[in-house]
């Protein structure tokens, strides 16, 4: 009686543990997936544009190059959006990651 009770416990465990592999190994690779499409995906130009301009005042004029270029700093490679502002008084040039969508640089043009 005792050993029958061991071997199904054994059993069991078993069938647990071939389980819970089994969802594990499906698990990772899709884990793995979601988060190199999130970081393969970048923002389309005019969300960077969209982006400038809320970060900016009364824009009468805007543009923005639309192919993202690499741009390395701090040792660090990214694609960024290089474009530019313009409102009554003052030109701005800009700069904003293409992945993230976060402003890296802004600069006043003279």
Same mark, same amino acid.
């Given at each position: 009686?005792?050993?029958?009770?061991?071997?199904?416990?054994? +059993?069991?465990?078993?069938?647990? !543990?071939?389980?819970? @592999?089994?969802?594990?190994?499906?698990?990772?690779?899709?884990?793995?997936? &979601?988060?190199?499409?999130?970081?393969?995906?970048?923002?389309?130009?005019?969300?960077?544009?969209?982006?400038?301009?809320?970060?900016? +005042?009364?824009?009468?004029?805007? !543009?923005?190059?639309? @192919?993202?270029?690499?741009?390395?700093?701090?040792?660090?490679?990214?694609? &960024?959006?290089?474009?530019?502002?313009?409102?009554?008084?003052?030109?701005?040039?800009?700069?904003?990651?293409?992945?993230?969508?976060?402003?890296?640089?802004?600069?006043?043009?003279?």
């Amino acid at each position: 009686m005792v050993k029958c009770k061991k071997q199904e416990r054994t +059993n069991q465990m078993n069938k647990n !543990y071939k389980r819970y @592999t089994l969802l594990l190994l499906l698990f990772i690779p899709i884990l793995f997936y &979601v988060i190199n499409k999130k970081r393969v995906e970048i923002i389309s130009p005019e969300q960077a544009l969209q982006i400038a301009k809320d970060a900016f +005042n009364h824009v009468e004029t805007s !543009y923005i190059v639309h @192919t993202p270029q690499k741009v390395t700093r701090l040792s660090h490679e990214s694609l &960024v959006y290089k474009g530019g502002i313009s409102n009554a008084t003052h030109e701005y040039e800009f700069t904003i990651d293409a992945y993230t969508g976060d402003m890296i640089e802004t600069r006043e043009i003279n």
